[in-house]
């Protein structure tokens, strides 16, 4: 399956694509939180950005997903590119001629964060929506791959970049990524299969839609649940962005090197995870491969704290990489098979939002504990919460009837989707 999907001409324009966009978001992400918390000496002014950053998504997000329920997913997509090209280039410009600001730098952080939660929905639904179901899996791998090979060469040359060359040099190259992304897309060829429901959603208000997807999570009993315990991976992830930059340059005293190094090690594990990660969900299952991957999560959480060294840490960091992407890969499948396309976009971002709110109360606690107790005690509050997690996804793939495959739950979608 994997190499009939990456032989189709137009999902090959939508991997390379993406890797160049995910490629920027990576520089960006490794050098925006490293200049904050250098320029200062604190974890303070990352974690107020993550937090204000975190505040204002937890408002658009409702409106985000029904852009991507309402309008063609190829074109949310194509203006997420032209529009980060837009502004990386500014910034860039800017960086030739005077000092980046901290409003400056805030600004990149808060338009790539929203960059990332317009892109991955979207993508979801695009694929869903152009693709056999058979293909689901498959085309969900090699994104993930793509993805995260994109981070391994961010986080090799990130470093390199940021250190002789600075910030703006970085962000240029940001900016031609998105560029390249946006022409690729152009080369798609994709039909707006949802045009009817498009329509008739948009005689409503986007709050109503949105209303609409609490509705479809309501109906479906242990469905809040699994989302919430399924999207912990990611919730860890993020959170340990503020935590990472801080137990680098303060707990082990490393240089950006070290930081940038751990980024790509996280990539590679994630990108193992995309090749390897379908065989092993295939051969334990659903739930116990989701179970399998949080304890490794957790427990590579718990050593790096035990083992207070950089090579270390960037070795963990592998273990990292692979928990996420591979708890990923299941999570979207199982999405792919139970949400309604015309649902995909405002279901999504009804999840992310809730994880938003997850993620306002960690990065809140973090930041006002970083400077007196260090980010360890971070990690080990993150590895609790994972162990907590694997506790939710037993209870609610159970309540769903997951265990056993999707067979039935789809039939239920169909029904409740004609029913629409």
């Not at 800017?94 to 929203?114: D, H, N």
């Not at 190094?261 to 390897?276: C, E, R, V």
Request: net charge neutral; hydrophobic share 55%.
């Amino acid at each position: 399956m994997m190499k009939e999907v990456i032989q189709h001409r137009d999902f090959r324009k939508l991997f390379v694509g993406n890797l160049f966009s995910s490629f920027g978001q990576g520089m960006s992400m490794i050098g925006i939180p490293w200049y904050l918390v250098e320029s200062t000496g604190s974890a303070d002014l990352l974690g107020s950005t993550m937090f204000i950053t975190a505040v204002m998504l937890l408002f658009i997000a409702p409106y985000l997903g029904t852009l991507v329920d309402r309008f063609s997913r190829k074109m949310v997509l194509q203006v997420e590119n032209i529009v980060g090209f837009t502004v990386l280039i500014l910034f860039a410009a800017w960086g030739f001629v005077g000092e980046y600001q901290e409003w400056m730098l805030i600004a990149i952080y808060f338009y790539t964060i929203t960059s990332y939660q317009i892109h991955y929905p979207a993508q979801s639904a695009l694929v869903q929506e152009t693709f056999d179901q058979k293909y689901y899996q498959s085309a969900n791998s090699w994104l993930e791959i793509e993805g995260q090979t994109a981070a391994v060469l961010a986080g090799a040359l990130a470093g390199i970049v940021l250190s002789k060359w600075g910030l703006h040099i970085a962000l240029l190259l940001d900016a031609l990524t998105y560029l390249f992304a946006f022409i690729m897309l152009s080369g798609m060829n994709y039909t707006f299969t949802l045009g009817a429901e498009a329509k008739e959603a948009s005689r409503t208000s986007w709050m109503d839609q949105f209303h609409k997807s609490w509705l479809f999570v309501k109906e479906r009993r242990g469905f809040l649940l699994f989302g919430v315990s399924v999207l912990m991976p990611f919730i860890a992830v993020m959170a340990s962005n503020l935590l990472a930059p801080v137990y680098v340059s303060q707990t082990l005293k490393a240089d950006v090197l070290i930081f940038s190094l751990s980024d790509m090690t996280y990539a590679i594990g994630a990108t193992s995870a995309g090749f390897l990660g379908i065989f092993v969900a295939r051969s334990l299952g659903d739930r116990n491969a989701l179970l399998v991957n949080i304890a490794l999560f957790s427990i590579s959480l718990i050593l790096l704290v035990l083992i207070p060294n950089g090579w270390v840490f960037s070795a963990l960091y592998t273990c990292v990489g692979w928990a996420n992407a591979a708890s990923r890969l299941i999570r979207q499948n199982i999405y792919m098979g139970l949400i309604p396309k015309a649902f995909m976009g405002r279901v999504l971002s009804f999840l992310n939002s809730v994880g938003m709110v997850m993620r306002l109360i960690l990065i809140g606690g973090f930041t006002l504990m970083l400077d007196y107790t260090g980010a360890g005690l971070g990690y080990l509050i993150l590895a609790g919460l994972l162990l907590l997690a694997g506790g939710g996804i037993v209870v609610s793939m159970r309540m769903l009837n997951l265990q056993g495959g999707q067979a039935e739950e789809q039939v239920q979608v169909e029904q409740h989707s004609q029913a629409q």
